[in-house]
């Protein structure tokens, strides 16, 4: 069995080598391990660092692409090399290394399909308590959409089966973690929480620049998730809801209607009827909406039959020939690369 671990990187010249340095080398029930690193356009000497360190892979991208599509880079990059299993962690050091036996050993013993470090963030010191707060509310809210039992949703340390991966599927620019659990969730994938150590923070995070913008992000993406995947409850509820508004003025307008005094409330009739159209407009539109879900949902079945197809051909051919999107790592001196 084989596990890759794959690493997304932007300016990590300085904290590179404490990731590295605390991967595992022997992992019960794995027979190769291997590294990798997205760099996501670094201008540092990321990529120089990692070839001293002896990545066995370094993913380019030629400039910055954020977090969100260097992820799913690299996930697809890792199929290509035959990976069983594929962990994520970060550049920054703030996951311990040493918790990635852990994180595997679900997928291993066939148990999970994907399987999420929890950092413990409700009693975690590192966390400001604002952000712990608001870990355990984003926790709850994918939980409920998802259908899965996690406690650490935006946790960035986690490991994928090899079906698993081919299911992934990025749509956001910002970040991975909320959506394709929402989406895991839906298709059915099994998912599991573990206990990984962290270490001290060493950098602000490059995600967002403060916290109301990470709160913002976040709630778009989930938001888009949900009206993506759950199209007929959003939009029915919002539609009954404009119908139940509409029918009280109507209603109100009918009765000083019959006692006679119908002719001063024509504004209650016209109110109404103006919730009545906008909630039957509303219910046609959950109607379309599911029907593209399930059209969706028919899509992505065949796009992981073609990524399987595409993948296992890929493979087959010569492994001398490198993907177009990937710059194959070349020796260098320890000077080399360096500024």
């Keep these: 069995m084989k596990l890759i671990i794959q690493i997304p990187c932007l300016n990590e010249e300085e904290t590179l080598p404490a990731v590295l340095r605390d991967l595992p080398t022997t992992i019960p029930g794995i027979d190769i391990i291997e590294t990798q690193i997205i760099d996501d356009g670094s201008t540092d000497n990321t ?3 990692a070839q001293e ?7 380019r991208n030629k400039t910055n692409k954020g977090l969100a599509r260097s992820f799913q880079k690299g996930i697809e990059h890792a199929l290509l090399r035959g990976a069983d299993i594929i962990v994520n962690t970060d550049g920054d050091n703030q996951y311990d290394g040493n918790s990635i036996p852990d994180l595997v050993k679900p997928i291993v013993e066939d148990r999970a399909d994907i399987v999420l470090g929890d950092r413990d963030t409700a009693s975690n010191m590192e966390f400001s308590a604002l952000k712990r707060r608001l870990q355990a509310v984003g926790s ?3 939980q409920r959409m998802a259908g899965i039992e996690v406690t650490d949703a935006v946790s960035g340390f986690r490991a994928y089966s090899r079906e698993a991966a081919f299911s992934i599927n990025v749509m956001t620019t910002f970040s991975y973690t909320t959506e394709t659990l929402i989406h895991a969730g ?3 994938l099994t998912i599991v929480s573990v206990p990984v150590g962290t270490n001290s923070k060493t950098r602000p995070s490059r995600l967002f620049s403060s916290m109301s913008s990470f709160i913002k992000k976040q ?7 949900y009206v993506m995947y759950r199209s007929l409850n959003a939009f029915s509820t919002l539609g009954a809801v404009m119908i139940v508004i509409g029918i009280v003025p109507i209603i109100r307008f009918l009765y000083f209607y019959f006692i006679g005094e119908g002719g001063g409330n024509i504004q209650s009739l016209i109110l109404g009827s103006m919730f009545l159209l906008a909630g039957y407009l509303t219910l046609v539109l959950a109607l379309l909406s599911d029907t593209i879900a399930t059209n969706r949902r028919l899509i992505e079945a065949t796009l992981r039959r073609v990524r399987h197809l595409e993948i296992d051909q890929q493979m087959a051919l010569s492994d001398a020939a490198e993907p177009p999107f990937v710059e194959a790592p070349q020796k260098k001196t320890a000077s080399a690369g360096r500024k």
Aim: glycine share 8%.
């Design 47 to 49: 990529v120089a660092v």
């Design 186 to 188: 839906q298709m059915g």
């Design 140 to 142: 709850s809210v994918v």
């Design 219 to 225: 709630a778009l993406t989930i938001l888009r998730s």
């Design 53 to 59: 360190l002896g990545v066995t892979y370094i993913v």
